[in-house]
């Protein structure tokens, strides 16, 4: 049973692998409900059910019929439009940047969300931007602008007729195809070289605001119109082939690159195509159109959609021409569907319509001659479907999702192609099984090479764990030390710094005894200098008082002398009188005035007496004073003496103070520096215990790994254990798959000479499964009775004309393992006939 399912997947896995590069991918999105839906909101059902894992879309008419599609990709409501970039565009972004050309398209209802998936700006949100400008800002970034030219230019195709929405005036572009190479040009149309993403959306800023105003002009609806974003990329021929996006080799000598000896040409392009909407192809015409756009309005559309419906059904003719659009798409869209079933990019395509009648895919390498011809086979394409999930518009999702179909079974007719031939189906099968089988071996290989490296590492783990271990261990004992004998410094450093502190403050008493003995002295600076004054003043008065004195005197003096040159006189008057006068008379007489001269004289001595008394008392107080005034003079001196030496000691005190303070601002410098320290010496420790503490937390961490290794290893050893297991039992199963592989071989061999005896042993296993082949858990009632030969027959025949083989394949596929074993059976039978 294991063996048989295996299998099975092997045969779903196996063609995709080499289908899967060469695909027109095709995706669907749901837009998420708007208000309109919401409040419509009567649909009794769902329409549309995404099935994400599987990739499927269940569109259900009813409550009872519903089908399923398969595609590339489903988005849901929820999925953003990064996703979808990445999913969609991202990779043919990518192979336009190594050199192919790429489309993106994007078709749907209006209204479903195509604008919004290639065309959102998201100037507002970012996380909004839809493809276009992603896709842009993934070419910059990986095209230098020395050597690559970034152009673009902005079309839209409105009745059958090409308008520059960058240069609205241009209008009727008309399209060229170089009639060689097939490669679609339109001349006249505006190429702007991009110069930054800014730059490119305002470019498209500009094309949709000339959009809106043409198409407001015109009285029409941007709906019924396509917009093509056309991105050229050159790489320039000076360009440095360093600086080049692809991995592509580049032969210089003749300046084209060369990959595996065939020319590909530097210059690519990719389309992103916003569709006019898809409700549009049924009812043209028939909503009051003006004739000429009713003709027109949908011809772009149904050309798309035959074309699609032909490369689909491999019709020897595609219409391509019938269209502009359809020719606008030629050389990236249809390009790449001829090349869907060749694995290589290098391929020459010839016109569309020819490339489908070559059945058996015959294909010719490019010459370097001819370069452009590659380019035109390597397109890649993707389209995005987008739909609505109101089940009002059941019938415009359903064709919508048909033409996606459609553009995917374009390689399902491949695929089915290989399909029908069971021996090669057989042989692939064997070819898987064998495969399978070496990677098992390999796997398990793998496993123990995985499992040693494992243990390895677990020992390194050990090892450095034990290393770690041991160094953590010395690092903490370093700290503890280290702590210890920083713990000792900031002790020693508080007792200093409290002596310095003690010796601080004995400095202050000193400067605050200074500062009071300074005040004593300016106070008594203060009282000498009054002192001074006092003294000034007195000086000043006593010699006043002397000059007074001296005067005085002189005066006296001068007194002194009239009064002796008076006496001289009165002398000489008294002798003259004597001699004049006689002797007698003159003697009473003269008596007389002797007398009174003589009482004169007395009066006069005694004046002269007193004067000179006076004087000499006034000599001797001149004395004293002139004593006393000296010693006055001594006294200033001495005062003087003082207030200098005064000064002195007050200039002492003051540099002295000056010179403390200053010690005593160093003293707080120091102080200040020991705090510093003291704090960095804090911060250190808390440092080193911060380091403690996470060494310890590494250790425990370590710790935790060290279990979790252990515990995975575990886990491995137990998984290996398993898959041991596994193998045998794979191993067990593979060799009873060939037992029975030989089996049916020698059946056949032996049934080789009797047909009839085959034919009966055919019969006799399809009979077995035509019993109940109606449902896939019918095959299980092996048990029932055979029926008649004829009856067999007749089965068998039922099983080729009713069941087919795609009931088989979708049995391959069922949930239930028995089912798929006895479809492996029919399939095994039915190759052993
Ligand atoms: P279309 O181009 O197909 O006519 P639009 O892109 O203009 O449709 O979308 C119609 C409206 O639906 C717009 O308002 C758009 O923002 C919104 N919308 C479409 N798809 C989504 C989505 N996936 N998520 C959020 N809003 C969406
Ligand atoms: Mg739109």
Same mark, same amino acid.
């Given at each position: ?48 059910? /995404? ?14 019929? @519903? ?25 043919? *972004? ?7 050309? !790429? ?8 209204? =479903?969300?195509?604008?919004? =998936?290639?065309?959102? +700006? ?53 399209? *060229?195809?170089?009639?060689?190479? !097939? ?14 993403? %800014? ?30 974003? =056309? ?15 692809? @991995? ?12 595996? !000896? ?92 020819? @490339? ?21 086979? $390597? ?55 064998? %495969? ?42 370093? +700290? ?29 008493? #000193? *400067? ?8 004593? $002295? ?7 200098? =009054? %002192? ?16 007074? /004195?001296?005067?005085?005197? #002189? ?9 002796? #040159? ?142 979790? +290794? ?45 047909? #009839? ?77």
């Amino acid at each position: 049973k294991f063996a048989s399912r295996f299998l099975i997947q092997c045969f779903f896995l196996f063609f995709p692998f080499t289908k899967e590069l060469a695909r027109v991918r095709v995706f669907v999105r749901v837009r998420p409900k708007n208000d309109e839906d919401l409040l419509s909101g009567g649909d009794s059902f769902e329409c549309v059910e /995404l099935q994400p894992e599987l990739k499927r879309l269940k569109l259900r008419k009813n409550n009872w019929n @519903s089908e399923s599609y398969k595609f590339d990709e489903v988005f849901t409501e929820s999925a953003t439009q990064k996703r979808v970039y990445e999913v969609v565009a991202k990779p043919v *972004v990518e192979s336009v940047l190594n050199g192919y050309n !790429g489309t993106v398209m994007a078709y749907g209802q209006t209204g =479903t969300g195509k604008t919004y =998936t290639v065309g959102q +700006l998201g100037k507002e949100d970012p996380s909004e931007c839809g493809i276009m400008v992603r896709a842009m800002k993934d070419i910059l970034a990986n095209t230098s602008p020395g050597s690559f030219t970034v152009e673009i230019s902005y079309l839209q195709l409105y009745l059958e007729s090409v308008q520059d929405l960058l240069l609205p005036e241009k209008n009727n572009i008309p399209i *060229v195809e170089d009639p060689k190479t !097939g490669e679609v040009s339109l001349p006249g149309s505006v190429v702007i070289k991009v110069q930054d993403l %800014y730059h490119f959306v305002q470019l498209l800023q500009i094309g949709e605001a000339n959009r809106h105003a043409a198409n407001t002009k015109l009285n029409t609806e941007s709906s019924r119109s396509h917009t093509i974003l =056309t991105v050229y990329i050159h790489k320039n021929s000076q360009g440095k082939a360093g600086s080049e996006p692809s @991995s592509l080799a580049r032969d210089t000598k003749i300046g084209v690159p060369v990959q595996n !000896g065939v020319a590909t040409i530097l210059k690519s392009k990719l389309l992103i195509v916003d569709l006019a909407g898809s409700e549009r192809i049924d009812k043209s015409g028939s909503e009051g159109h003006m004739l000429e756009e009713a003709k027109f309005i949908n011809l772009s559309l149904t050309s798309l959609g035959k074309c699609i419906n032909a490369l689909a059904e491999n019709s020897p003719h595609i219409p391509t021409r019938d269209s502009k659009l359809t020719r606008l798409l030629r050389d990236s869209f249809g390009g790449y569907l001829y090349c869907a079933s060749l694995s290589s990019r290098h391929l020459t395509v010839h016109d569309l319509g020819h @490339s489908c009648c070559h059945k058996d895919w015959t294909y010719e390498k490019a010459t370097l001659g001819v370069p452009q011809v590659s380019e035109i086979g $390597s397109a890649r394409t993707s389209l995005m479907i987008t739909i609505g999930p109101s089940a009002r518009n059941y019938a415009e999702t359903a064709s919508t999702v048909m033409f996606g179909q459609r553009a995917m079974k374009v390689v399902n007719m491949v695929k089915l192609k290989e399909e029908f031939d069971y021996e090669s189906l057989c042989r692939k099968l064997e070819c898987q099984v064998d %495969y399978l089988t070496a990677e098992l071996e390999r796997q398990q290989k793998s496993r123990e090479d995985d499992r040693e490296e494992m243990e390895k590492k677990l020992r390194d783990c050990r090892n450095s764990f034990a290393e770690l271990e041991k160094d953590l261990v010395s690092r903490s004992e370093f +700290l503890e030390n280290e702590n210890s004998h920083l713990q000792l410094e900031i002790r020693s450093t508080f007792d200093e710094l409290k002596l310095q502190k003690d010796h601080n403050d004995l400095l202050n008493d #000193e *400067v605050a005894r200074l500062e009071v003995t300074l005040e004593e $002295s300016k106070e008594n600076h203060l009282e000498n200098s =009054t %002192y001074q004054k006092v003294l000034a003043d007195t000086t000043q008065m006593y010699e006043k008082k002397i000059t007074e /004195l001296i005067e005085e005197l #002189e005066d006296e003096h001068a007194c002194f002398g009239i009064a002796q #040159e008076e006496l001289h006189v009165v002398k000489k008057v008294l002798s003259d009188y004597q001699t004049s006068f006689p002797v007698g008379e003159m003697k009473i007489h003269g008596q007389n005035e002797i007398d009174e001269l003589r009482l004169k004289l007395r009066e006069i001595c005694e004046l002269y007496k007193k004067t000179v008394q006076e004087f000499q008392s006034l000599k001797t107080e001149n004395e004293e004073l002139m004593f006393q005034k000296i010693q006055e003079q001594n006294e200033v001196a001495e005062l003087r003496m003082k207030v200098q030496e005064s000064f002195q000691l007050h200039e002492k005190t003051l540099k002295e103070l000056q010179h403390m303070s200053r010690k005593n601002e160093d003293l707080i410098s120091e102080q200040i520096q020991g705090e510093n320290e003291i704090k960095k010496l804090t911060v250190k420790l808390q440092e080193m215990s911060n380091l403690h503490e996470k060494t310890v937390n590494e250790l425990q961490s370590l710790q935790a790994g060290q279990k979790t +290794l252990l515990s995975e290893k575990a886990m491995l050893d137990e998984e290996l254990c398993k898959t041991k297991q596994r193998m045998s039992v794979e191993e067990k199963q593979r060799k009873y798959l060939e037992d029975e592989n030989a089996k049916l071989i020698k059946l056949v061999d032996e049934n080789d000479g009797d047909s #009839e005896c085959k034919k009966q042993h055919l019969n006799g296993i399809t009979g077995e499964i035509s019993s109940g082949f109606g449902t896939p858990m019918s095959l299980l009632k092996l048990h029932q009775p055979r029926e008649s030969i004829s009856g067999q027959k007749a089965t068998v025949a039922k099983i080729y004309d009713e069941v087919g083989l795609p009931k088989i394949i979708s049995m391959l596929s069922s949930e239930e393992l028995e089912v798929q074993t006895h479809a492996v059976k029919v399939v095994a039978n039915l190759a052993a006939e």
